[in-house]
């Protein structure tokens, strides 16, 4: 290099001649190049499903018909039941045997999920603290030995009634087929089955029985849910073929999908709730009922299908007699259920438009215990629920949809949902609930709705990716909530999971839903929060939008993988997102960008008359010698000020004092200089703009955008957008270099927590002084102001203090 170019490389020059550190060297067998590509990874593309994302052009997918008789026998809590299979194997191979899913056998005390469960619930044990049983664990223990449970099957023959070999294994069971089912052909055979229906409240199922005995009738009352409650056929799939792994109760299933035609009979007081469409209500319901259904397809408000009243009444009859009622559902998943005399019944048609399915009814079945809570917010959350996902997605494919209150929490199915929070029932008759209450109520129907959607429509295995029913349903609920009150914390935001995410307890998300520790925040929460990242500060709402509804749209009754939802967001978008799911999806990184310095560059002019006085202002504004401070506080004089008769050149010049030799070195610099460098110099010498280095670190390892916001001393702010590729030769690591006319006063990393950093401390230069987590726990130590029912509290009256004796 000339010393003529070493010149101008050299022109910017940090004040106070403050050293950059060094960068990141890219040691042999250290580097980790977090933009590799994902392709690696991920599945060959194929002809089933391709590069893009999409279902290939040989894409197939079984076909299972059901045809079911069930009936409930209330007293013993027992249901039976017989069913016709039609499996038609749409697959280019042939099968030899058929594969089925019996879930009531989790239940049996040989059961792997019971051989194999850890006291604790899988939580590292501890020697610290003695070992503890609650009375749930006991009461959980004595049903499970009380009960015989899991199903009873009998009479399982092909159609012509051949005897088919069958192998239980665990909750699956093998049927042999006496002749090879090849590509294109169907095969059909029936079962017997029956099974004692658990007590959900005692083994925490997704479906049983709940049992209210103060209700007036004799023996009390009983909600009873139905689902996983029919052996049903393992998926067959491209991917897998039998995805055929033991239910161990967090992982939940994938299924093919199929025409059910299915009858149950019930004692004649219940209400049924159940996929499908009912075909036989002039059979099961009043003429009142009939028109009452009839008037809310137009109704503003949700009409009373069966009123509290009658409610009430049906609670104390008894009755010998059963109704069977018929219920038909095409090219769904699965096929749940419901019954109950308690249940009120209330309806509201829902106008979507469409050419598919352009009207749909929006129901819900509760009893008395969900009160006002229930008639408000339900059958509306169910509305709201398909206006909002219908637009990420494709319009509800249904006749109906509905919200029904039982013992289980929150669990979905085609249809059907079944939903958990209730009122209290105070002394003076009312029933109040609280906030949280009702926050959960509106926020439960919103997420188990929205899994009709996904995975119900969009077929994705819950078993072995739980994440992308959760995870995305997660996402979606939260954008519903957040339309219905934005006021109510949903849990999705950003702030939500960086807890989790800094953790030692985690997996990542791909991990197998029944090795996950955590199941909350890795499924739900975790995914969820990546998308809205992804939305709102990767991608924009624009292009994240177009590519998320082209995924829902492309696998609608279809079965995705992770990989077609990864290839098709990349493909749709235009943006490479390899990084990202590695980061978010494959990893237990987090995000925690540290700004450690700004250093402020100064351009040297090269005139000696600027550039020399520059510098002896600089070296006035530092601090003063203490030494010199504490002698002259001590009056000590120098022997300069004593001897002032002696002087000499230097006591009129300093070191900045500029000689002709540099102004003439200075000019002959100008003169050496090509005239496109004079140019550019000059052009920099005049602007004088500012110029800053920013260093930052990357202490989580989980690369992300740089969010910067600048503050200048005139106040005004910018903010500046800084794409995750910074970080592709050094992701430890980086420097980025700003350059602006006015002066920096103060840069936040991610002032608006978009991006999940754990630690927000290190997010500002200069660095804030921040309240401590520890100190904000122990102001807030006292329960959420939400749990306190006051609809219930406001009820005290008011009362005089008494006076001191």
């Known amino acids: 290099m000339s010393y003529k170019k070493s010149c101008v490389a050299l022109a910017l020059m940090l004040c106070a001649q403050v050293s950059f550190a060094d960068p990141i060297a890219q040691t042999k067998g250290k580097f980790e190049d977090k933009f590799r590509q994902l392709d690696e990874s991920l599945p060959t593309p194929n002809i089933y499903r391709n590069a893009a994302g999409e279902p290939g052009q040989q894409y197939w997918q079984q076909q299972v018909d059901y045809k079911i008789k069930a009936s409930l026998d209330e007293e013993k809590?027992?249901?039976?039941?017989?069913?016709?299979i039609e499996y038609k194997n749409n697959s280019p191979y042939t099968l030899k045997y058929l594969w089925l899913q019996l879930d009531q056998n989790i239940f049996k005390s040989d059961s792997m999920a019971e051989v194999t469960s850890t006291f604790g619930g899988g939580s590292v044990p501890s020697n610290e603290q003695p070992a503890k049983i609650s009375l749930s664990e006991l009461r959980n223990l004595q049903f499970l030995a009380d009960h015989e449970l899991g199903y009873q099957l009998d009479n399982i023959k092909l159609s012509d009634g051949t005897a088919l070999k069958f192998v239980v294994v665990g909750t699956q069971m093998r049927i042999d087929l006496p002749k090879p089912l090849k590509a294109g052909e169907s095969v059909q055979f029936s079962m017997d089955f029956a099974f004692n229906i658990v007590e959900e409240d005692a083994v925490s199922a997704r479906s049983g029985y709940e049992h209210f005995p103060d209700d007036p009738r004799k023996g009390g009352n009983d909600i009873f849910l139905f689902a996983q409650w029919f052996p049903r056929l393992v998926a067959y799939t491209d991917y897998e073929a039998w995805t055929n792994k033991e239910f161990l109760g967090s992982g939940e299933f994938t299924l093919e999908f199929g025409d059910y035609e299915v009858e149950m009979t019930v004692p004649a007081d219940h209400i049924i709730s159940s996929t499908g469409d009912l075909t036989n209500a002039s059979e099961v319901l009043s003429k009142q009922q009939q028109q009452r259904l009839e008037q809310a397809k137009t109704a503003k408000r949700p009409v009373f299908i069966v009123t509290e009243q009658e409610a009430l009444e049906n609670e104390k009859d008894d009755t010998d007699d059963t109704k069977t009622w018929r219920f038909k559902a095409n090219n769904v998943r699965d096929f749940a259920w419901?019954?109950?005399r308690k249940f009120i019944w209330d309806a509201k048609g829902y106008q979507q438009g469409g050419a598919d399915q352009p009207f749909v009814m929006a129901m819900s079945f509760y009893p008395k215990e969900g009160g006002d809570l229930w008639k408000k917010y339900s059958t509306e959350s169910v509305v709201h629920t398909l206006e909002v996902y219908s637009r990420f997605s494709f319009d509800y494919p249904y006749s109906v949809a509905q919200s029904v209150n039982g013992p289980v929490g929150g669990m979905e199915y085609p249809m059907i949902t079944f939903n958990g929070p209730r009122t209290e029932l105070q002394k003076d008759g009312s029933r109040t609930y609280s906030q949280a209450e009702k926050r959960f109520l509106i926020g439960v129907v919103i997420h188990e709705v929205g899994h009709i959607y996904f995975p119900?429509?969009?077929?994705?295995?819950?078993?072995?990716?739980?994440?992308?029913?959760e995870g995305l349903n997660s996402f979606l609920d939260g954008i519903a909530g957040r339309e219905w009150d934005p006021q109510i914390p949903w849990g999705v935001e950003a702030r939500d999971i960086t807890d989790?995410?800094?953790s030692e307890q985690q997996e990542p998300v791909m991990t197998q839903s029944d090795s996950v520790t955590r199941l909350g925040p890795n499924a739900y929460t975790k995914p969820a929060v990546a998308l809205n990242i992804l939305r709102d500060v990767i991608l924009g709402r624009e292009l994240f939008d177009f590519?998320?509804?082209?995924y829902a749209t492309r696998w609608k009754f279809k079965r995705p993988t992770p990989s077609d939802f990864f290839r098709t967001m990349e493909e749709a978008s235009g943006v490479d997102l390899d990084w990202f799911w590695r980061g978010w999806f494959y990893s237990t990184d987090h995000v925690d960008i540290s700004l450690d310095k700004v250093y402020k560059l100064q351009l040297d002019t090269k005139d000696p008359d600027i550039d020399f006085e520059r510098r002896r202002k600089e070296e006035q504004d530092k601090p003063a010698s203490y030494f010199v401070e504490l002698n002259e506080a001590?009056?000590?004089t120098t022997w300069v000020e004593r001897n002032k008769d002696v002087t000499d050149f230097y006591d009129k010049n300093d070191r900045f004092t500029v000689t002709n030799k540099e102004r003439n070195s200075y000019q002959q610099f100008l003169a050496d200089l090509e005239p496109w460098e004079r140019k550019v110099f000059e052009r920099a010498i005049d602007e004088n703009k500012n110029y800053y280095v920013l260093n930052f670190s990357n202490l989580g390892g989980l690369v992300m955008?740089?969010?910067?916001?600048?503050?200048f001393e005139d106040d005004s702010v910018e903010e500046l957008y800084i794409p995750a590729e910074i970080w592709r030769k050094t992701p430890d690591a980086v420097s980025k270099l700003i350059v602006t006319e006015k002066t920096l006063?103060?840069?936040?990393?991610?002032?608006?927590?978009l991006t999940a950093d754990v630690d927000v401390e290190n997010n500002h230069y200069p660095r804030q002084i921040i309240p401590s987590r520890i100190e904000a726990f122990k102001r807030e130590k006292s329960k959420d102001l939400a749990e306190r029912d006051i609809m219930q509290d406001s009820k005290t009256k008011l009362k005089e203090p008494k006076a001191k004796d």
């Open 338 to 340: 419901a019954s109950s």
């Open 705 to 711: 955008p740089i969010l910067l916001q600048l503050t």
């Open 456 to 469: 119900m429509v969009v077929n994705s295995d819950e078993r072995q990716w739980t994440w992308m029913d």
């Open 547 to 550: 590519a998320f509804k082209e």
């Open 500 to 502: 989790y995410m800094k």
């Open 77 to 84: 809590r027992r249901l039976s039941g017989s069913q016709t």
């Open 745 to 753: 006063k103060q840069v936040v990393v991610d002032p608006k927590w």
């Open 634 to 636: 001590e009056n000590k």
